[in-house]
T-cell receptor
Framework: AQKVTQAQTEISVVEKEDVTLDCVYETRDTTYYLFWYKQPPSGELVFLIRRNSFDEQNEISGRYSWNFQKSTSSFNFTITASQVVDSAVYFCALVGGGFKTIFGAGTRLFVKA | NAGVTQTPKFQVLKTGQSMTLQCAQDMNHEYMSWYRQDPGMGLRLIHYSVGAGITDQGEVPNGYNVSRSTTEDFPLRLLSAAPSQTSVYFC????????????FGPGTRLLVL
């Protein structure tokens, strides 16, 4: 069975702090994809990143970075120098060979000015 | 392109009523899916389709029916609404859920009294 765990329910930081959102996954598939989505207060889902199971390179995109470690089944997301506009719910998701997407419960991030 | 559209945006039903949530996409995507989002539980897959005429169950299919007669449309039917089906429903589509992100509709907020 596939599972995605986002143990942090809510995180509150002050603007300009760095923050890391944790994601741990379980799957028996050897080929799978991991995603992060952002859901701002307006409610839409915004795609942030996709990573396949064969590519463990970390990635940086502006203030965002992702750390994928197969050895610990983790795909963590860091926001550097957080801003108020980063306040949102962030979801980690897993897609395996069966085309079913499994989402984590989400982490609500509050960034205070 | 309109992307993924959902109607209605908001609906109130009485227990036992039936209704259909509409979802359409104009991107010629083969893969379409329905999710429900409940507080603290992330998005859970209800049903999905890998092409016209092909549907399959997700994590929480009970109480819902789907069909896929065309590539563009993927309606979700509630046969006999229950208060437990109060939720926000998202439809999504993609060329392939493995090869690219899913594109999400704006959501339908459903309240069952």
């Amino acid at each position: 069975a596939q599972k995605v765990t986002q143990a942090q329910t809510e995180i509150s930081v002050v603007e300009k702090e760095d923050v890391t959102l944790d994601c741990v996954y379980e799957t028996r598939d050897t080929t799978y994809y991991l995603f992060w989505y952002k859901q701002p207060p307006s409610g839409e889902l915004v795609f942030l990143i996709r990573r396949n199971s064969f590519d463990e390179q970390n990635e940086i995109s502006g203030r965002y970075s992702w750390n994928f470690q197969k050895s610990t089944s983790s795909f963590n997301f860091t926001i550097t120098a957080s801003q108020v506009v980063d306040s949102a719910v962030y979801f980690c998701a897993l897609v395996g060979g069966g085309f079913k997407t499994i989402f984590g419960a989400g982490t609500r991030l509050f960034v205070k000015a | 392109n309109a992307g993924v559209t959902q109607t209605p945006k908001f609906q109130v039903l009485k227990t036992g009523q039936s209704m259909t949530l509409q979802c359409a996409q104009d991107m010629n995507h083969e893969y379409m899916s329905w999710y429900r989002q409940d507080p603290g539980m992330g998005l859970r897959l209800i049903h999905y389709s890998v092409g016209a005429g092909i549907t399959d169950q997700g994590e929480v299919p009970n109480g819902y029916n789907v069909s896929r007669s065309t590539t563009e449309d993927f309606p979700l039917r509630l046969l006999s609404a229950a208060p437990s089906q109060t939720s926000v429903y998202f439809c999504a589509s993609s060329y392939s859920p493995l090869l690219e992100t899913q594109y999400f509709g704006p959501g339908t907020r459903l309240l069952v009294l």
